[in-house]
């Protein structure tokens, strides 16, 4: 059986292009264009361009961005003003500060300090707090679990009584993404370093959820046949056969999997796309909120 190939650019596409009319009808009915505010600290390579990558889709739907740059040795205080200011601040609908932050910032003291209804990554302890309990809304679902998620529905992944494994418990990735698979009734486990026999646990999965940073490390005989399999893994790989001497690969061995799985996604090309969708889904959503008054 060759699996069924979900297409993340694709869907990626379709919904960026419904949320540009969604903006395109805000701006002509309240005047209000949704904003998202970016904080990015320091120098890292990867954070740069991953918030260009975030600003260039913002300007193609339509929406502001007001890009911050503070240098890697912003103090805590600086940083939190910035986010006050930003929480204030009327045209910003969403704040979005780059992970990973320098060492001696306190992520936890700046991601709390994100006004609820501003917290576009989902990140701040109270949407997650909501996320984790049951019969509680979170206003926001962090964007890279909750692609993966859309992915599975676009694909026709039935959840209900469904084994799911999540391989991976970040906490931008796979808490989220088991918590998000606990809500709509299957049964998740959650697979780790310590955990054992990882290949036999994820024998068991109608759905895998691979989030672990190793490259194709999923392979063929981990994989129940016909499971849904979403790779959210990006792995820089050398490659010297390439031009640029490296490659992108996802935490499963994509080739060989596909000839066992139901249904996957490639990476790259699969949960990427999903991730930055959905942060301006929920930058849409802010501004919503502040139509509606939740501010
Ligand atoms: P983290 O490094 O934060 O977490 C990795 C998780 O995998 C940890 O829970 C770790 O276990 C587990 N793990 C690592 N090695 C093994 C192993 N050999 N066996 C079993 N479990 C293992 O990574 P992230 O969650 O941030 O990212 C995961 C992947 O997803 C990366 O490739 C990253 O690039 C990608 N990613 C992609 C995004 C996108 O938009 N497409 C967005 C974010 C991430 P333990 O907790 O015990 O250490």
Same mark, same amino acid.
């Given at each position: 059986?060759?699996?069924?190939?979900?297409?993340?650019?694709?869907?990626?596409?379709?919904?960026?292009?419904?949320?540009?009319?969604?903006?395109?009808?805000?701006?002509?009915?309240?005047?209000?264009?949704?904003?998202?505010?970016?904080?990015?600290?320091?120098?890292?390579?990867?954070?740069?361009?991953?918030?260009?990558?975030?600003?260039?889709?913002?300007?193609?739907?339509?929406?502001?961005?007001?890009?911050?740059?503070? @240098?890697?040795?912003?103090?805590?205080?600086? =940083?939190?003003?910035?986010?006050?200011?930003?929480? &204030?601040?009327?045209?910003?609908?969403?704040?979005?500060?780059?992970?990973?932050?320098?060492?001696?910032?306190?992520?936890?003291?700046?991601?709390?300090?994100?006004?609820?209804?501003?917290?576009?990554?989902?990140?701040?302890?109270?949407? +997650?707090?909501?996320?984790?309990?049951?019969?509680?809304?979170?206003?926001?679902? @962090?964007?890279?679990?909750?692609?993966?998620?859309?992915?599975? &529905?676009?694909?026709?992944?039935?959840?209900?009584?469904?084994?799911? =494994? $999540?391989?991976?418990?970040?906490?931008?990735?796979?808490?989220?993404?088991?918590?998000?698979? +606990?809500?709509?009734?299957?049964?998740?486990? $959650?697979?780790?370093?310590?955990?054992?026999?990882?290949?036999?646990?994820?024998?068991?999965? *109608?759905?895998?959820?691979?989030?672990?940073?190793?490259?194709?490390?999923?392979?063929?005989?981990? $994989?129940?046949?016909?499971?849904? =399999?979403? *790779?959210?893994?990006?792995?820089?790989?050398?490659?010297?056969?390439?031009?640029?001497?490296?490659?992108?690969?996802?935490? $499963?061995?994509?080739?060989?999997?596909?000839?066992?799985?139901?249904?996957?996604?490639?990476? @790259?090309?699969?949960?990427?796309?999903?991730?930055?969708?959905?942060?301006?889904?929920?930058?849409?959503?802010?501004? &919503?909120?502040?139509?509606?008054?939740? =501010?």
């Amino acid at each position: 059986m060759t699996a069924k190939i979900i297409d993340g650019n694709a869907v990626a596409q379709r919904m960026r292009a419904e949320i540009a009319q969604a903006v395109a009808d805000m701006k002509a009915k309240h005047g209000i264009v949704p904003g998202l505010a970016t904080v990015l600290i320091g120098d890292n390579p990867a954070s740069h361009s991953y918030v260009r990558m975030k600003r260039k889709a913002c300007a193609e739907a339509g929406i502001e961005s007001f890009p911050h740059e503070l @240098p890697g040795n912003a103090s805590q205080e600086e =940083v939190e003003a910035l986010v006050r200011r930003l929480n &204030e601040d009327p045209r910003v609908h969403g704040i979005l500060v780059q992970l990973p932050l320098p060492r001696h910032l306190d992520e936890e003291r700046i991601l709390s300090l994100i006004s609820l209804t501003k917290d576009v990554d989902g990140f701040h302890p109270v949407n +997650i707090g909501r996320l984790a309990m049951k019969g509680r809304e979170p206003l926001f679902i @962090p964007c890279t679990p909750h692609g993966a998620i859309v992915l599975l &529905e676009e694909a026709g992944a039935q959840f209900e009584g469904a084994n799911a =494994v $999540v391989l991976g418990r970040s906490n931008i990735v796979g808490l989220p993404a088991a918590m998000l698979l +606990i809500h709509r009734n299957a049964t998740v486990t $959650v697979c780790h370093s310590r955990t054992r026999d990882l290949p036999a646990v994820c024998r068991q999965a *109608d759905i895998l959820i691979a989030a672990v940073g190793r490259p194709e490390m999923v392979r063929a005989d981990w $994989v129940k046949p016909g499971a849904y =399999v979403i *790779d959210v893994g990006s792995n820089k790989v050398d490659d010297p056969a390439s031009e640029k001497g490296y490659r992108w690969v996802g935490d $499963v061995a994509f080739d060989e999997v596909k000839e066992v799985a139901g249904a996957i996604t490639p990476s @790259p090309g699969g949960v990427g796309p999903m991730t930055i969708t959905m942060l301006l889904k929920n930058t849409l959503r802010g501004a &919503e909120l502040a139509i509606s008054g939740a =501010v």
